[in-house]
């Protein structure tokens, strides 16, 4: 069975503070993704990683970095968090470029 | 700039009646599209998928039509059940867009 997992359901976090999320997929796949989903916007991409080492923004990339140290993780780092920040944050991973994707259970993240 | 958009963000259905969901896009260049069924607490899921060479493709309950003249997607749930109640979201390959959802609310 396939699994997408991320480190915490739930984060609060202070405005100012250096903000690591995590991924971890076990299905040796190639790309990664992260998205931000709030009401109204839908899924919106922030980066995604097509290989090890190897990242490309995507449509909201700003105030966000993104590491990819090994094939199985993809981090989502929020350098100094802010309240705008605040939402849910979606990992998913898939096999190639019209490859379905696997999401994890997302990170409800709120920035006080 | 490409677009992926749901004509409509909420959908209630009687439990038993059809429903269909609506999907626009923009870019002609997009060759793959998804469903996919988002569940409160979850992460979004895949229902079915369609490539651009075909124009329709039917899975258990579930039947996804694609008009690339005028750049459509819809899905249609067959008697709808309590279980479907959830968002829905487009995804095309092209720029990796989702539409912003449309929740399907199944009245009983």
């Known amino acids: 069975d396939v699994k997408v997992t991320q480190s915490s359901r739930y984060l609060v976090k202070r405005t100012g503070e250096k903000v690591f999320l995590e991924c971890v997929q076990d299905?040796?796949?190639?790309?990664m993704f992260w998205y931000r989903q709030d009401p109204g916007l839908g899924l919106r991409l922030i980066y995604f990683s097509y290989d090890v080492k190897m990242k490309e923004k995507g449509d909201i990339p700003e105030g966000y970095s993104v590491s990819r140290e090994k094939k199985e993780r993809f981090s989502l780092i929020l350098e100094s968090a802010s309240t705008n920040q605040t939402s849910m944050y979606l990992c998913?991973?898939?096999?190639?470029?019209?490859?379905?994707?696997?999401f994890g259970p997302g990170t409800r993240l709120l920035v006080l | 700039g490409e677009s992926v958009g749901l004509h409509l963000p909420t959908l209630s259905v009687q439990e038993g009646d059809n429903s269909i969901i609506n999907c626009a896009y923009s870019n002609s260049a997009s060759d793959y599209f998804i469903w996919y069924k988002q569940e409160s607490g979850k992460g979004p899921q895949f229902i079915i998928d369609i490539r651009s060479n075909m124009d329709k493709r039917q899975g258990q309950r579930v039947t996804v039509l694609l008009n690339k003249t005028v750049k459509h997607l819809s899905l249609q749930i067959a008697a709808t059940q309590p279980g479907d109640s959830a968002v829905y979201f487009c995804?095309?390959?092209?720029?990796?867009?989702f539409g912003a959802g449309t929740t399907v609310t199944v009245r009983a």
């Open positions: 299905m040796d796949h190639e790309n």
């Open positions: 995804f095309n390959d092209y720029k990796l867009s």
């Open positions: 998913a991973s898939n096999a190639g470029p019209t490859e379905t994707q696997y």
